[in-house]
């Protein structure tokens, strides 16, 4: 088994490098009957496309997505859809330096010791380039979802600076380049962000994503709980270093008085007076919204030179030339949301089976 699939019922297996000359996705498990075309999968792949800011890779990709199969007079048809997005702006000669060399930080060393051979052209498969298909099957699965499931991410520090949470202000999101909901903490970032680039250095950040809408009951107990499933998800993404639901690590810190989230009736359904679970117990949904952070470590990709070893176990110095992101957290916002919308698609359709609603 190689492991590039996840899902149960809505799976999603994608292929492709990142010099290669395309990448893709099969979807499938997608149910028959939903309106779906390559302008509804678009928009969030622009949300993710490099090259539009100065804090991004300045790769020039357009990340046009085709869909290939799994639709016919604009409705899914039950069958796998296939997506492709063609790679137009490969500057493999960049890494000529490295071919033998590896990057630290970077998965070079573990791909030799796993499979004894690597492409080294942007890290192959271990790219970030990887990420715009799952965007796009994430795509997909908001359709399945339907619009009353309101899924959004943003970035809630970067390095050690955080934002203000009084200030949070979804609109804000879309106004600054770090898909930042403190519009005044966002300024900060800016010019911390280019003196980090002008070093040529990187830094690390940390995204929530918050979901509304979230029908009570999807997930299971014990082996397949939704935050377990969640965890995974957002762990498999690149760089991405720690996971936490609700108030996480934060939690530990707490009475359990303070912790549990108290509930009362009102017109006939529960209602919780605070959300420190993140919307999930048990491993189960409870129509709350769920919350989910993850933090993503620096671009291993810098210009400023780390001792490391060749191929022949040579002692060497290794500087990544090339087009990277400084901060490659900015780019993982609209992957977190994807993972999410996949998983909770998948979770809906289990549920549907088990329970018939």
């Known amino acids: 088994m190689s492991f590039n699939t996840f899902g149960q019922l809505f799976r999603v297996t994608t292929w492709g490098e990142s010099h290669g000359p395309a990448i893709g996705a099969v979807v499938d498990g997608c149910p028959p009957g939903i309106e779906l075309s390559e302008a509804d999968i678009q928009p969030y792949l622009d949300k993710r496309r490099p090259g539009q800011s100065r804090f991004t890779t300045q790769r020039q990709e357009p990340d046009q997505v085709r869909i290939l199969s799994g639709i016919y007079e604009g409705k899914t048809t039950g069958t796998p859809i296939s997506l492709m997005i063609e790679n137009t702006d490969q500057r493999s ?28 052209r942007g890290g192959g498969r271990s790219s ?10 994430g795509a997909i699965a908001r359709k399945v979802l339907g619009p009353d499931v309101v899924i959004r991410g943003a970035m ?6 955080k ?3 009084t200030r949070w202000d979804w609109g804000q999101v879309d106004e600054n380049p770090f898909f930042c909901p403190d519009a005044l903490t966002a300024t900060e970032w800016e010019a911390e962000l280019d003196a980090i680039r002008k070093a040529g250095s990187s830094i690390g950040a940390v995204l ?3 979901v509304e809408g979230v029908k009570p009951g999807l997930g299971a107990p014990l ?46 359904k529960v209602e919780f007076l605070s959300n420190h679970a993140g919307g999930i117990l048990g491993g189960i949904a409870t129509g709350q919204p769920i919350i989910a952070r993850f933090a993503v470590k620096p671009t291993s990709s810098i210009l400023i030179p780390k001792r490391s070893i060749s ?25 977190g949301e994807a993972m999410l919308a996949c998983v909770l698609t998948d979770h809906l359709l289990r549920h549907r089976g088990q329970t018939g609603r």
């Open 93 to 120: 000669k960049d890494y000529a330096n490295i071919t033998a060399r590896y990057r630290p930080g970077h998965a070079d060393v573990a791909y030799d010791m796993k499979y004894g051979h690597r492409d080294p």
């Open 128 to 137: 970030a380039r990887e990420t715009a298909m799952r965007v796009a099957a």
């Open 156 to 161: 809630v520090a970067m390095g050690a600076h």
């Open 163 to 165: 934002i203000d949470r």
């Open 208 to 210: 929530e994503v918050v």
């Open 223 to 268: 082996y397949s709980k939704l935050d377990a499933d969640i965890a995974a998800a957002l762990m498999s993404i690149n760089a991405v270093k720690a996971v936490e639901i609700g108030d996480g690590f934060d939690a530990a810190a707490l009475r359990g008085e303070e912790n549990a989230d108290e509930m009362r009736m009102k017109e006939g």
């Open 311 to 335: 191929a022949d176990g040579e002692e060497v110095e290794v500087m990544t030339k090339g087009r990277h992101d400084p901060c490659v957290g900015i780019r993982a916002v609209p992957v």
